[in-house]
């Protein structure tokens, strides 16, 4: 809901409800950049009102905006400097409104690759994704609910609710990925799975699960803290976090097998399948470059989660880490 009043001291906006969490307050103030800069306030002063938000949403488009001088009178109902910030509003929302957000990045590497996830994954992993969900699976111990993250077109999902018997609810990202994990439960016959759209660090319901799983996201969230926090929040006592991902290698002779594989996976993308040329492309350097183990550690103790323990699979090349919350 979207409302633009004229008043004859200055320009008032309402808006309300902000959905879709930061992702959502971040299109908003990319559009309001865009009306104050573009249209402009007849006054040279605004009032930002919003409706049914809570205070953490209000804050947060306060810092982003605050700092633009898009509007010297600018002001908003019930803001308060949160304790982080984005450094310069103005270059950030530009940054956001341009280019990788996460949103965008698993966009460009994944677009259109639905039907045929399964299949580059096996390849991707030097055949051995079937191995780590395997002892991912061997860590799970008669679970009722699971809430699995970044579920994909389903592979663990399905699996997990096939071989325990229970329910699971899958958070993914992508509509695209969502539709085909739907048909394949309906393929096999698996009816107690739900699939929602949502960014994993943002989703929340008033539920609790036994474990929440997760495979391949870790190295793309770069607010680990909120996902830990969140997520631990909705674990019941004694419930389990597990995140399994790519991971570089220490041993000089590994990273020569990750490179060499890379780049021959490249070749063939480029050659054989061209909807997956851009993720092997991009893929390699944002292994290489995440310390999502170390990081994701560290904010699972901050969040509570005792018994954090990492799990080496091939030699380096994947990993899992859990925690468990206290009974």
Not at 259 to 276: C, G, S, T
Request: glycine content about 8%; aromatic content about 8%; proline content about 4%.
């Amino acid at each position: 809901m979207l409302h633009r009043l004229v008043g004859t001291g200055h320009e008032v906006l309402l808006i309300g409800p902000v959905v879709g969490g930061l992702h959502g307050i971040v299109s908003l103030s990319i559009w309001l950049v865009n009306v104050f800069t573009v249209h402009g306030c007849q006054q040279n002063s605004a009032q930002v009102l919003l409706l049914n938000n809570v205070e953490t949403e209000v804050d947060q488009l306060w810092v982003l905006l605050s700092g633009c001088d898009i509007c010297p009178g600018l002001n908003f109902c019930g803001s308060a400097l949160l304790p982080w910030s984005f450094g310069n509003p103005r270059e950030w929302l530009q940054e956001m409104s341009q280019v990788e957000t996460r949103e965008s990045l698993v966009e460009m590497l994944f677009h259109g690759t639905g039907s045929s996830y399964a299949e580059m994954v096996h390849f991707a992993t030097w055949g051995r994704d079937r191995q780590w969900k395997e002892e991912l699976l061997g860590l799970m111990d008669s679970p009722r609910r699971v809430l699995d993250l970044a579920s994909g077109t389903g592979i663990l999902s399905l699996e997990i609710a096939r071989r325990f018997s229970c329910h699971v609810t899958g958070v993914e990202l992508r509509e695209e990925y969502c539709v085909e994990a739907r048909g394949l439960a309906v393929e096999r016959g698996i009816e107690d799975v739900r699939f929602v759209v949502s960014p994993a660090e943002h989703f929340r319901i008033d539920e609790t699960f036994d474990y929440v799983t997760s495979c391949y996201i870790p190295k793309y969230i770069t607010r680990l803290d909120s996902l830990c926090q969140n997520m631990s929040g909705m674990l019941r006592p004694g419930g389990k976090m597990l995140m399994q991902d790519f991971a570089y290698p220490s041993n000089p002779d590994y990273q020569v097998l990750y490179e060499n594989h890379f780049k021959r996976m490249q070749r063939l993308a480029r050659e054989k399948a061209p909807d997956w040329a851009t993720m092997f492309e991009k893929l390699p350097d944002v292994i290489r470059e995440s310390t999502w183990i170390e990081d994701l550690c560290r904010e699972m103790k901050a969040a509570g989660l005792v018994d954090v323990t990492v799990h080496q699979q091939s030699f380096g090349l994947s990993a899992i880490v859990s925690g468990t919350r206290p009974v």
